[in-house]
């Protein structure tokens, strides 16, 4: 393997484990809270974790370039 691949292969892993790792620490909780509590908006949070499930992949992917592209919402200021 040359040496690109192989960075690019380290900063794959890095990433998924990060990812990984985020989704754990909000999802469980997140998946606790609406399945045992009942409070304010939890139809709306509901929606909002369910709605990439529903969405055909390529909305999914605009919306993640909307939000995360250079000049996106979050990309910008990173």
């Known amino acids: 393997m040359?040496?690109?691949?192989?960075?690019?292969?380290?900063?794959?892993?890095?990433?998924?484990?990060?990812?990984?790792?985020?989704n754990a620490v909000v999802g469980i909780p997140l998946a606790y809270l609406l399945a045992k509590r009942r409070f304010w908006g939890?139809?709306?949070?509901?929606?909002?974790?369910?709605?990439?499930?529903?969405?055909?992949?390529?909305v999914t992917g605009y919306y993640l370039i909307v939000l995360l592209g250079r000049r996106g919402w979050l990309g910008a200021p990173l």
């Open 2 to 22: 040359t040496e690109s691949s192989v960075t690019a292969l380290w900063l794959s892993l890095r990433v998924s484990l990060l990812a990984t790792a985020v």
């Open 42 to 58: 939890r139809q709306a949070l509901d929606v909002l974790v369910t709605l990439p499930l529903v969405l055909p992949p390529t």
